[in-house]
Structures are given as structure tokens and as C-alpha cells.
Nanobody, 121 residues
């Protein structure tokens, strides 16, 4: 079984910073994409940042220049450094990873349980 566990959320004032972590564990053979999504109250879940095992990254326009995604492939962990936060960044942040389990032949997508980020004005 594979599990993704996020941490690092919390309450922060506008202009502040938070660093989220997502660690994957279980019978993992390989991880390709590791991404961060968020879901604001009453809105659909949206992708905010993505990363590949080759080192490529992608950002939503709304977070470019403020958020940085990084990975520690040895630890099967992805991070999201969030700077200059504003109230529109409030939501539940989810980690998503495309994982090949040991002994399997196909990659599958897995979700973490989410971590709440609240930015006060």
C-alpha cells in the first residue's frame, strides 16, 4: 500500500510564508510526477504546482514567483514553499503523486489527505 502524508499547513497573516511537505511511503518502486493542488471553499480543486522526476516544474499563473516546488527523490518527498501569501491562497492543499508500486506494471495516482492553509488579511 502507498500512503501520502502532508504536513506544514496552518494559519498565517497576509505576506507570510509556509512550507508544505508531502512524504510518500509504502512499497514504492518509482515516482514520476509529484504535484500540489488546492481547493478553496466552494471552488473546484486546482493544480498549483507540479514536478517531474526529471526536475521539470510547472506553476499556475496565480502562484508564479511566490511558490516554489521542490523534491527530495531519495526521501520520496515533495515540498511547496509558499511566500507572500494572500487570502486568496486559503484552502486545503493536497499532494498528488504518480507512483509505480513494487511488483506492479502501471503507475497510479495517489492523493494525500490534505492540509489546511488559512491566510488572514
Amino acid at each position: 500500500q502507498v500512503q501520502l502524508v502532508e504536513s506544514g499547513g496552518g494559519l498565517v497573516q497576509a505576506g507570510g510564508s509556509l512550507r508544505l511537505s508531502c512524504a510518500a511511503s509504502g512499497s514504492i518502486f518509482s515516482i514520476s510526477a509529484m504535484d500540489w493542488y488546492r481547493q478553496a471553499p466552494g471552488k473546484q480543486r486546482e493544480m498549483v504546482a507540479g514536478s517531474t522526476d526529471g526536475g521539470s516544474t510547472w506553476y499556475a499563473d496565480s502562484v508564479k514567483g511566490r511558490f516554489t516546488i521542490s523534491r527530495d527523490n531519495a526521501k520520496n518527498t515533495v515540498y511547496l514553499q509558499m511566500n507572500n501569501l494572500n487570502p486568496e491562497d486559503t484552502g486545503v492543499y493536497y499532494c498528488n503523486a504518480n507512483i509505480l508500486q513494487s511488483g506492479e506494471h502501471y503507475y497510479e495516482f495517489y492523493w494525500g489527505q490534505g492540509t489546511q492553509v488559512t491566510v488572514s488579511s
